[in-house]
């Protein structure tokens, strides 16, 4: 079922998707080589309480973590735990928060220390991608018109598009209708209407799209274990232009200043 959003619900999910965003930024701050995930993952749920609203991902269906944390060829759901970063490492942050009943969802992809030429154009073309779909998350456009934009910006410089994980609308839960792939056709699929939210998530690979889910029942990893990359809005369908209700302010400040 799709839930249709008034505008006073929209703000309260911006509210609960700009808290993620400020989460991001913050955890941005602190990666470095050395520091361990569990670390990251510790400040961001102090973080996220002091700010009176809750991890949407602790205890999602058994999830440990208050992020997942997936570095290199992880691709999504890395439980946080005693890795420490490396320099080099790319460090998927995603984050959820509940603020007032309502979810904010979204991720960004850090680079830590020197990270080569090859994977930060990934980093680049992927965040790319996401708002080429983005575009196109229009009231009178097809979700297929999302999947395609993405699909087609990552695909002519050769990456993987992940099939099996997708977004999502996101309202008083995490995930909700309708299922937002990264590929697809034209004109195809739900249709868009204004009011909708949606979550939209490309993970993008370096090497094939293949993926296999790791012995911890949660990490999905590349199975080239060549590198992958996500980068995730909450967005609300409106007519002519898209609203995006996280922000990418906070993390970007954090890397432009490394
Ligand atoms: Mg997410
Ligand atoms: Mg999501």
């Keep these: 079922m799709i839930h249709f959003r008034t505008d006073n619900e929209i703000e309260l999910l911006r509210q609960a998707a700009l808290l993620v965003g400020k989460t991001l930024g913050e955890v941005g701050k602190h990666i470095r080589p050395g520091v ?11 973080f996220i309480r ?23 060829e992880q691709v999504v759901h890395g439980i946080p735990g005693n890795y420490e970063l490396r320099d080099g490492d790319i460090v998927s942050i995603d984050c959820g928060t ?8 979204s991720a960004y992809t850090f680079c830590c220390g020197e990270v080569p030429e090859e ?4 980093l680049k073309r992927t965040k790319e991608s996401l708002y080429k779909g ?20 990552v695909e002519q410089f050769g990456y993987g598009v992940v099939r099996e994980l997708v977004g999502h609308g996101v309202g008083r839960k995490m995930h909700e209708d309708p299922q937002v792939p990264n590929y697809g056709k034209r ?5 868009l209407n204004e009011g909708m939210v949606l979550a939209i998530e490309p ?31 909450d967005i609300a369908v409106r007519h002519g232009k898209a609203e995006i209700l996280s922000s990418f302010e906070w993390a970007e400040a954090v890397e432009n200043n490394k």
């Excluded at 509940?98 to 969802?105: H, I, P, S």
């Excluded at 983005?134 to 910006?153: F, K, M, P, T």
């Design 36 to 46: 361990r995930t569990i670390d990251l993952d510790k400040l961001a749920e102090e």
């Design 50 to 72: 002091d700010h009176g609203a809750t991890p949407a991902f602790k205890g999602y269906e058994g999830f440990p973590g208050s992020l997942c944390i997936s570095v290199n």
């Design 98 to 105: 509940v603020l007032n009943g309502y979810v904010g969802d």
């Design 119 to 122: 994977v930060r154009l990934l």
């Design 134 to 153: 983005i575009e196109v998350a229009v009231a009178g456009n097809r979700v297929g018109d999302i999947g395609y934009a993405v699909q087609s910006h």
């Design 187 to 191: 004109g195809t699929g739900v249709k």
């Design 203 to 233: 993970m993008i690979t370096l090497g094939k799209k293949e993926i296999v889910q790791e012995r911890d029942g949660w990490t999905i990893t590349t199975r080239d274990r060549k590198p992958a990359a996500h980068f995730e809005h």
